[in-house]
């Protein structure tokens, strides 16, 4: 599915699946705004698209004012914005440690990067959709979020599914459901996608069983959600909200 013409605001827009949206959106004829915390790798990202359908902004999701500034800067560009995907990834410098290694420390920071962030990005957005008469969020979970991690495919490798990773997205569908039921007949739809594992160099032992459990192409692309996405923005899914959409190739059953 196509849309054109929309405005959009993408959180974590330098991450793997901020990346393709931007890419997807901007080429089909849309307005982005790229949020991010990395100023050098979103100016590298903004080299790519022309001036006139895009903006970017460097700020912190857990930071309100960063936050507002962002939505204002937006709105004073483009006069509206239509809907907004929150695919800010934060993590700790103790992201991915064992369980039993874990420290209170990194664990509160990534609790309140990745899932208060994505609480109080909820609390901005929609308040500017509040005024605005209308809006779209959409947060993005993960298979992580509504299934046990497959353990024995980290085995022989130096992956693991971090504990706090699977309570975040899980949080995440919970807060989106929430939302959703929150701001009835306010004419704003909040709904999720919880994708399968994305692409990123993983070992070739762990990428063959994984990708035994699902039904053809197995671990996804950044770009594998953009149907999906476009499909939630526009108003084809008018009637859709609430709810956790699983796109895992088969993953999960």
Same mark, same amino acid.
């Given at each position: 599915m196509l849309i054109k013409n929309k405005v959009i605001l993408v959180t974590g827009a330098c991450g793997r699946i901020g990346t393709s949206i931007?890419?997807?959106?901007?080429n089909n004829g849309n307005f982005l705004i790229l949020m991010d915390q990395n100023e050098e790798r979103l100016c590298k990202l903004s080299k790519n698209y022309s001036k006139e359908n895009h903006l970017i902004y460097q700020g912190d999701i857990v930071n309100k004012n960063d936050l507002d500034?962002?939505?204002?800067?937006?709105? @004073? &560009?483009?006069?509206?914005?239509?809907?907004?995907?929150? $695919?800010? +990834?934060? *993590?700790?410098?103790?992201?991915?440690?064992?369980?039993?290694?874990?420290?209170?420390?990194?664990?509160?920071?990534?609790?309140?990067?990745?899932?208060?962030?994505?609480?109080?990005?909820s609390q901005?957005?929609?308040?500017?959709?509040?005024?605005?008469?209308?809006?779209?969020?959409?947060?993005?979970?993960s298979i992580q979020g509504v299934s046990?991690?497959?353990?024995?495919?980290?085995?022989?490798?130096?992956?693991?599914?971090?504990?706090?990773?699977?309570?975040? @997205? &899980?949080?995440?569908?919970?807060?989106?459901?929430?939302? $959703?039921? +929150?701001? *009835?007949?306010?004419?704003?739809?909040?709904?999720?996608?919880?994708?399968?594992g994305i692409l990123n160099n993983q070992p070739k032992n762990f990428l063959r069983k994984y990708n035994e459990e699902c039904n053809s192409k197995g671990m996804l692309e950044g770009k594998d959600l953009n149907g999906l996405l476009a499909f939630?923005?526009?108003?084809?899914?008018?009637?859709?909200?609430?709810?956790?959409?699983?796109?895992?190739?088969?993953?999960?059953l």
């Open positions: 931007v890419e997807e959106f901007i500034n962002c939505i204002q800067k937006s709105f @004073k &560009s483009f006069g509206r914005i239509d809907a907004a995907v929150h $695919a800010a +990834y934060p *993590k700790s410098i103790g992201w991915g440690t064992r369980f039993e290694d874990l420290k209170i420390e990194n664990l509160s920071e990534d609790l309140k990067n990745h899932l208060g962030g994505a609480i109080i990005m901005r957005i929609i308040k500017f959709f509040l005024e605005q008469g209308y809006g779209q969020l959409i947060h993005i979970s046990s991690p497959k353990f024995e495919h980290y085995e022989n490798t130096n992956m693991i599914s971090p504990i706090e990773y699977s309570a975040i @997205k &899980s949080g995440i569908i919970s807060l989106v459901k929430y939302l $959703a039921k +929150y701001y *009835k007949k306010k004419n704003i739809r909040v709904n999720c996608v919880s994708p399968g939630l923005i526009s108003d084809s899914s008018k009637l859709i909200t609430g709810q956790n959409i699983i796109i895992d190739d088969g993953w999960s």
